[in-house]
């Protein structure tokens, strides 16, 4: 816009208005250049901003823990997965609806791989339990954190590094003082919780490969359209569905599907794209952190010594993994 000025000088030739056209043009120009510098420099802080993000996903996660405990006398384990992330899709679908006519190849193959890890781990997770304690599951099924490494290794040829694989194992004593009570014994269910942490870990990784040329949201509701379908025929075969469905079990549902399933995976989909799949992980195993203090918030569980050292390795192993001294000869560098 020209400025008001423009309009009240006195111009004493044809020439004037242009050269002072030409000046409003030139300053419009130099402010649109300040907007994109500082865009740029907001696009800088997009590691940490996106950190929090997964520290957020982590609290919803781990608030899901109860809800999901008191979900499982209700409704079968397949057919919470099918209607928790078939609402989800449902429900992206709805409010991204314009975005819907982007899909390409690629988010359709994301999707398919991300959902088919997401049923293994889920349904592994699920059956899993049934013979083992929910101490040695979760503690087994948080072993995504020391796979992811490797996993990255393995499929996109990156190196751990000391602090790395260290931090990875710093975390997976802080889940075991967490989950851990009376001792730990191998049998086919800790064996499926195993499956569970690896399925996971692929997930991560496939996650991290697919943002970095997919539309994060569109993956999302593909990634939750292909884990419902794939987890519906598997709960119409094994399991059958309630006669009855009370009122809590249904506001219990629309939580995880709204919170826990879309508005999670929104932020992990769009947030893991800025963070290092191995401190993204790292990031995620809060989620045992954050459900342990839910139990204790919501279903009256005790807070003990244990509870407080595992938290506290936790945390040290994702500050652990901050302090990566190439990263710093590559800050100085630059």
Do not use: H
């Not at 020391?146 to 990255?152: H, T």
């Not at 993956?219 to 809590?248: C, H, N, R």
């Amino acid at each position: 816009m020209l400025s008001p000025n423009f309009y009240k000088m006195p111009f004493p030739g044809k020439i004037a208005p242009r050269v002072l056209l030409r000046a409003e043009i030139r300053g419009v120009i130099m402010k649109s250049v300040e907007t994109e510098v500082s865009c740029v420099k907001e696009i800088r802080n997009k590691p940490f901003a996106a950190k929090l993000g997964l520290l957020l996903m982590t609290v919803i996660w781990g608030s899901a823990f109860s809800v999901v405990k008191n979900m499982t006398a209700a409704m079968p384990p397949s057919y919470l997965i099918a209607i928790r992330f078939g609402l989800s899709a449902v429900l992206m679908g709805l409010i991204f609806f314009r975005r819907l006519g982007r899909t390409g190849a690629a988010e359709i193959r994301g999707g398919l791989l991300i959902g088919f890890f997401n049923v293994l781990g889920f349904e592994a997770q699920t059956y899993g339990i049934r013979y083992t304690t929910a101490g040695n599951s979760a503690f087994l099924t948080s072993v995504y954190c020391v796979f992811v490494p490797f996993l990255a290794w393995a499929v996109k040829r990156k190196r751990p590094t000391v602090f790395q694989i260290t931090s990875a194992f710093v975390c997976m004593a802080g889940v075991g003082l967490l989950s851990l009570r009376s001792g730990f014994t191998m049998n086919f269910g800790d064996f499926l919780s195993l499956v569970c942490g690896l399925c996971f870990a692929a997930q991560i990784i496939a996650i991290d490969i697919f943002t970095e040329k997919c539309d994060p949201i569109l993956l999302t509701v593909t990634q939750s359209a292909a884990t419902a379908l794939l987890a519906l025929p598997v709960a119409a075969v094994s399991e059958s569905f309630p006669a009855s469905v009370g009122t809590g079990t249904v506001l219990s549902l629309l939580y995880l599907a709204v919170f826990s399933t879309m508005i999670a995976f929104l932020i992990q989909l769009t947030c893991q794209k800025y963070v290092p799949p191995s401190q993204a992980s790292l990031i995620m195993s809060l989620e045992s952190v954050f459900g342990t203090l839910c139990g204790i918030l919501f279903l009256g569980e005790s807070m003990t010594v244990r509870t407080f050292f595992g938290s506290a390795l936790i945390f040290g192993a994702i500050y652990l993994s901050e302090r990566n001294p190439a990263r710093k000869v590559l800050k100085k560098a630059a």
